[in-house]
């Protein structure tokens, strides 16, 4: 819950009573690694926020995993179609280290939507970092190489380069695993 508390006191003034709001609405919970949060065809009931941990989301197309998002510490996630439409969620999300998160239920979520002023200005924040976020990367396939893309990787992403297997490293980026060993070697050597 602190990390939660600090990553949103560095976006906005939270004064005692809205504080209070948030340890009552948001719950803790560790998670083992390698345990899924959320399958395909469920409907997505929380958004996350990772204290600690690596997370994984993905799609299966045609039998093929994509990984769509790797998210690190200090970071929200959530299927948010699902979570905002309460559909069937096309995403899974799974534990790729053992994780520390902070969850907050769809009611709970509205609650403090339609209630505070403060949390609509936080998730309006939140929401436009994580737009920049995706359209920086739908541009990066577009102009950058293969190799250029995982250098941007490492340079940004140094624990999650660390931490992540090559074969999801590779589909986050689009490439096929065996272009990403032979990319590999060739910034080590």
């Known amino acids: 819950m602190i ?5 949103i006191k560095s976006r906005i003034s939270l004064t005692t009573d809205e504080i209070r709001l948030i340890e009552k609405h948001f719950v803790s919970i560790d998670v083992p690694s390698n345990t899924s949060l959320l399958k395909a065809g469920n409907v997505e009931r929380y958004v996350y926020f990772l204290s600690k941990g690596i997370v ?6 045609d039998g093929k995993l994509v990984v769509q998002h790797l998210v690190s510490e200090q970071n929200f996630f959530t299927s948010l179609d699902s ?22 239920s769809k009611p709970d979520f509205q609650l403090l939507q339609e209630n505070t002023t403060f949390w609509s200005d936080f998730v309006k924040d939140v929401t436009n970092e994580h737009l920049s976020g995706k359209v920086a990367r739908v541009k990066d396939f577009q102009v950058l190489t293969a190799k250029e893309r995982y250098l ?6 140094p624990k999650l380069a660390l931490n992540v297997s090559i074969e999801n490293i590779a589909s986050f980026l689009g490439i096929e695993p065996q272009s990403l060993s032979r990319i590999r070697k060739q910034i080590t050597f």
């Open 3 to 7: 990390n939660l508390l600090h990553y």
């Open 152 to 157: 941007k990787f490492l340079k940004q992403n």
């Open 83 to 104: 979570f905002m439409s309460e559909t069937a969620s096309f995403d899974y999300y799974e534990t790729i280290t053992d994780c520390e998160l902070v969850k907050i």
């Open 56 to 61: 994984k989301g993905y799609q299966n197309i």
